[in-house]
């Protein structure tokens, strides 16, 4: 007898249909993945479940009783528990606070009695490293994802919705967090997991529901399929997978030279601490690290936007003025900012945002040419494919095509070196594809790219050489034709890179070390 | 000099009163998210609706229950269009301050015309006298609503951090979609907090016209509502510190007054300015180190 089952489940908002008519099953002890693209309507169907949202049709059992889901309140009642992707906790509240929210019991607080109670469920299901009484803010993303989880034990959940838990974890936490979902079935909890993550699917489920706008194209029990299956049901299509370029065709001649920059924040952190690296001409080179960590900061100096205490920035040996964005635009410099929704002025046209970078070259005295705005526009849409006309507000067009008028706008003037932050964050496969190809492009014809990101697999597909930041720091450098996920996630944890063996040792790890928060 | 002294530290409490009880309505509204501007023309409504009632019942506490009422309705018309149907916090809150005190005025104006002196009570709140005729009697010798006060920090300040309540509270300025998922009526939390806020905005209003001047005039208030809303800040959202906040102002405000009255040879306007201008140095430096409610200003909407 399945513990859940929702029944042709229907969802619109607007115009955009999110969930047409579907049925998911959800049997005892079972690890079910509910796999798709971004878009595809799982974290609808799942807030539904959990009383975020009313359906407009369908229906939902549990136990084979038909429920009705007004609030949270009644899906916790009913025994679900939900883990979005962005953390329901209160940073400024201890992880025992946060875990009795709404479930104190009484009107008054026994700090020491409701510390205890935490800490007992934590033991019960074998929960170590979590401190009840430490702040949540103060926490690790790992240990903040267990203290959700925590909470939904606490409020004895069947039912265990995980939405995307792999996204902010380095492949150590998310390894550990893969043996916590398998114990939890061992105790009989049934846990859904979305993910468009295929290895994550075969890895740990028993049961896969593969939605594509908004429906369910396909079920399969794990066992039976593969990930080329899986992956073809996903995206409709067969996808071409992008090549990786091993061999080094990378000049020796250098594009980007960055050497010791420091930076330190208001209170004194520091951010940055003596970051030295080199792209050379026709290189990628990748920045791997765990979020908040210095990348940004990296980031935002890289593109003029951040003036370092110390440091000095060279683009083909001539050094740039710091924090200076018109300088590094004039040395072209492209820039792919990690929030593409502050790279374009959303009530700005398409065509305004697209020669925003080069006024100088469209207007005389002060005059702008929008004539000349609006043909340079109509290029770049063909040739970068960007899905709006000229005159299209910004804010109108989708993630994608915003994406897309940053990436023309970056890559149109034939950039000596690229600065691209977070360039697939968010995108469908397609989108993420067509990003990929277009830096492929830009190392091709020469330019020096310097390509932050938390995927990865993109950070190994795509560079020559990957350095991981940790607390400011480049901690490893590494060869991208023999890293491998793991030696990474070790750096990006902590651990330290033995240059002679070329192994990585990991250091232990207190609480917030591996958050690379300031301590 | 102790004499001196002790008329200074009398007058502090006294002073403070009307801030402080109008500073923690505030801190408990902040605490929910929500910047309630409304505070200054809720405070000039409330101290005029007391007196009224007050004058016409003969019945000072009616007017208290009329002041506190005045608080309640105002907090619920603030969270009406801030919580329930979003709107923005600084629009709603100086609406709200200037229809009060509009209505106030305007009221003011119907009952009582152009009268050249301010109708008083003919018997307001009286000090409670303790240990008067020794050193400390001018010290301690103070109006019911100022042991009131006094007595709702320690109170307030456990409710944030000791209970159900305050935890709730605290999570639904911090996060409230966190606080919705835990299954908190993120609504009725803040309408909640605009209820009791608002009772304490009321008082602190009523505290000038039933208590201190026993009188109602136009400037009653004077700026004594955005006093609390810097005090609020100074004291980092937090209860005691928010103490710490009214007394600081009190106590400037009761020295400039002693000094007028010595005959300092300064110009009355620069002592008048005193308690001010040290305020807003007072909130520079601490407003730097300020943590601000995460929500605050943030109306509430579930997606979808």
Redesign the interface.
């Known amino acids: 007898m399945p513990v859940l089952e929702m029944q042709g489940i229907t ?1 619109r ?1 607007g115009p955009l249909l999110a969930n047409d008519q579907i049925d998911l099953t959800v049997e005892p002890n079972e690890i079910h993945a509910l796999l798709g693209e971004n878009g595809a309507g799982k974290t ?1 169907l799942m ?1 539904i479940l ?1 009383g ?2 009313q359906p407009d049709a369908g229906s939902i059992l549990i136990d084979n009783r038909p429920v009705r889901f007004r ?3 009644s899906a ?1 009642a009913h025994g679900i528990g ?1 883990v ?1 992707q ?8 201890t992880v025992a ?2 875990i ?5 019991g ?4 026994q ?1 020491r009695e409701m510390e205890q109670i935490v800490h007992e469920t934590a033991q019960r299901f074998g929960f170590n490293n979590i401190p009840p009484d430490a702040l949540v803010r103060d926490l690790s993303v790992g240990q903040q994802q267990r203290v959700e989880i925590l ?1 939904a034990l606490y409020r004895d959940c069947r039912v265990l919705i995980l939405d995307e838990p792999t996204a902010v974890l380095t492949p150590q936490d998310a390894a550990n967090l893969f043996e916590t979902l398998l114990d939890l079935r061992a105790r009989h909890l049934s846990v859904i997991m979305i993910t468009h993550k295929l290895e994550e699917v075969m890895a740990i489920s028993q049961q896969v529901t593969v939605l594509r706008h908004g429906r369910v194209v396909g079920r399969r029990r794990t066992s039976e399929t593969n990930p080329t299956d899986l992956a073809n049901l996903m995206v409709g299509r067969s996808t071409a997978a992008v090549t990786r370029k091993a061999n080094h065709q990378a000049s020796t001649a250098s594009a980007l030279n960055v050497r010791d920059l420091w930076l330190q924040d208001r209170r004194g952190v520091a951010l940055l601490r003596g970051v030295s690296l080199t792209v050379n001409q026709g290189e990628i080179v990748g920045v791997a690290g765990v979020a908040g960590n210095g990348q940004s900061e990296l980031v935002g100096v890289l593109s003029g936007m951040i003036a370092p205490d110390r440091g000095t920035v060279e683009v083909r040996g001539n050094a740039l003025k710091l924090g200076d964005p018109r300088a590094f635009n004039r040395a072209r410099v492209g820039r792919i900012p990690e929030d593409r929704l502050k790279g374009v002025v959303s009530d700005l046209t398409v065509a305004q945002n697209l020669a925003l970078e080069q006024m100088e070259d469209f207007s005389r005295a002060g005059h702008v040419d929008y004539k000349r705005i609006e043909q340079h526009a109509e290029r770049l849409i063909r040739e970068f494919q960007i899905k709006a006309r000229p005159g299209d507000r910004a804010r109108t067009l989708s993630g994608g095509n915003i994406q897309k008028i940053i990436l023309a706008r970056a890559l149109a003037r034939d950039p000596v070196v690229v600065i691209a932050a977070q360039p697939t964050r968010g995108l469908d496969i397609g989108a993420t594809e067509y990003v990929h190809q277009k830096l492929l492009e830009q190392k091709e014809r020469g330019a020096g790219v310097l390509l932050v990101s938390e995927d990865l697999d993109e950070l190994l597909m795509l560079s020559d050489r990957i350095v991981v930041m940790f607390k400011g720091e480049i901690t490893g450098r590494l060869d991208a034709t023999t890293a491998t996920p793991e030696t990474i996630g070790l750096l990006m944890a902590g651990g330290q890179q033995d240059r002679q063996a070329n192994a990585i040792s990991a250091q232990p790890l207190s609480g917030r070390d591996h958050a690379g928060l300031p301590t | 000099m102790i004499e001196f002294i002790a008329t200074v530290l009398g007058a502090t409490l006294r002073i403070s009163t009307p801030i402080l009880l109008s500073g923690l309505g505030e801190t408990l509204i902040e605490r929910a998210g929500i910047l309630n501007l409304g505070i200054e023309g809720t405070m000039l409504l409330a101290a005029f609706n007391g007196f009224v009632v007050a004058q016409t019942t003969g019945s000072l506490f009616a007017g208290l229950a009329a002041a506190m009422l005045t608080g309640v309705v105002l907090g619920l018309l603030m969270g009406f269009l801030t919580v329930t149907l979003g709107l923005n916090q600084h629009v709603s809150g100086l609406g709200i301050t200037l229809l009060a005190s509009g209505l106030a005025l305007f009221s003011f104006r119907l009952l009582y015309g152009g009268a050249s002196t301010p109708p008083s009570l003919p018997e307001s709140f009286r000090v409670i006298p303790i240990l008067s005729g020794t050193p400390l009697g001018p010290v301690l010798s103070q109006y019911g609503l100022t042991y009131l006060a006094l007595l709702l920090v320690p109170v307030l300040s456990l409710a944030i951090t ?7 509270l ?2 639904v300025g ?2 409230p ?8 009526n993120v609504y009725r939390m803040r309408y909640l907090a605009l209820i009791i806020g608002g009772a304490l905005i009321g008082l602190g209003g009523a505290f000038l016209s039933l208590a201190q001047l026993g009188a109602f005039t136009h400037g009653i208030i004077s700026g004594r509502g955005w006093v609390a809303i810097a005090i609020v800040i100074f004291g980092n959202w937090q209860p005691v510190k928010v103490l710490a906040g009214a007394l600081l102002f009190g106590g400037l405000q009761a020295l400039q007054l002693r000094l007028q009255a010595e005959g300092v040879p300064l110009p009355y306007e620069a002592l008048l300015a005193l308690p001010y201008i040290l305020t807003i140095i007072a909130l520079a430096i601490a407003g730097r180190n300020a ?1 601000y409610p ?1 929500a605050l200003l943030k109306p509430y909407r ?1 997606e ?1």
């Not at chain 2, 979609?177 to 908190?184: F, N, S, T, V």
């Open positions: 969802k908002f609808t807030k959990y975020l949202y609030s949270p309140a916790i939900y979005s962005h953390f329901s906790l209160v940073p400024t509240l606070e946060n009795v929210l709404g479930y104190e009484r009107s008054l607080l700090r909470k | 000791r209970t159900t309540f305050g935890l709730r605290r999570a911090e996060n979609e966190a606080a919705d998922m835990a299954g908190i943590s995460a579930r979808g």
